[in-house]
Nanobody, 118 residues
């Protein structure tokens, strides 16, 4: 069982920046290489959508709506993924969920609220 702990959400004005972090851990303390880590988000009344993901090899993909503004990165040694969010817009307001998945596993974090408002 993998436990994902997210941090970094909050309230920010339009045009501002936030950095989300998500650390993966196991109850036994064992470390394994997670295939893909990523971020999804869900705004009120909308379906959950992929924001960005990164493979263990560093390949990335982004939703069109965040390209050029968000940057995903990861520290494989720490099983931690980051999402640097710049030039935030009110439409980025959502609960952001961390995800860690591979061929035989799929884990989600509890979510962290990001609110972009003046």
């Amino acid at each position: 069982q993998v436990h994902l702990v997210e941090s970094g959400g909050g309230l920010v004005e339009p045009g501002g920046s936030l950095r989300l972090s998500c650390a993966a851990s196991t109850a036994s303390g064992s470390i394994f290489s997670i295939n893909t880590m990523g971020w999804h988000r869900q705004a009120p009344g909308k379906e959950r959508e992929l924001v960005s993901a990164i493979s263990s090899g560093g390949s990335t993909n982004y939703a069109d709506s965040v390209k050029g503004r968000f940057t995903i990165s990861r520290d494989n040694a720490k099983n931690t993924v980051y999402l640097q969010m710049n030039s935030l817009k009110p439409e980025d307001t959502a609960v952001y969920y961390c995800r860690a998945y591979g061929l035989r596993y799929d884990y989600w974090g509890q979510g962290t609220q990001v609110t972009v408002s003046s």
